[in-house]
């Protein structure tokens, strides 16, 4: 099965909540809790964020969390290939790894299309639309729960 890291996942789900909850600092707790992350797990990935310097760190009664970039220009892509290094479909469409077969093999011409238009995807979606989308889902749920006050969506958008 091709699939993302857990750690790829949930750093990418901490981005897109920070840059909803921009430009708020969220404690680590409020993150843990929002985007269901262990909190063991957590550190380690928002270290690897900060040395990207995708995320920095304020100490202090009112510090947190927050994005350091600008979201708009980031893209899952770029967050992905960050947090995971290269990413192919097959090791044979990975930019700088020439395929030996690649003259003689129908199928590569399928990992080629199918990689330009993976990434493409991946290069569409900024973290600042996926904020956004993600702000509509949760205010969608919110009114569809009943309005009644602040929902737990709109908390865990808000510290």
């Known amino acids: ?85 290269p990413i192919g479909l097959n090791v044979c469409v990975l930019s700088g790894v020439g395929c030996e077969l690649s003259a003689r093999c129908a199928v590569h011409d399928v990992w080629v299309t199918a990689q330009a238009q993976f990434r493409q995807t991946l290069e569409s979606a900024t973290i600042a639309e996926l904020a956004r989308r993600t702000l509509e889902k949760r205010r969608a749920l919110a009114e569809r729960a009943g309005g009644k006050g602040r929902s737990q969506t709109q908390d865990e958008a808000r510290p």
Request: charged share 25%; proline share 4%; net charge positive.
């Open 1 to 85: 099965m091709l699939t993302i890291s857990r750690e790829a996942d949930y750093a990418v789900r901490l981005v897109v909540h920070l840059a909803a909850s921009a430009p708020d600092r969220l404690q680590a707790k409020t993150l843990a809790e929002a985007e269901r992350v262990p909190e063991s797990f957590l550190f380690k990935i928002l270290q690897l964020l900060m040395r990207y310097r995708l995320v920095r760190s304020h100490r202090g009664m009112h510090g947190g969390y927050q994005l350091a970039v600008d979201p708009a220009k980031l893209t899952l892509y770029r967050l992905l290939e960050l947090v995971e290094g």
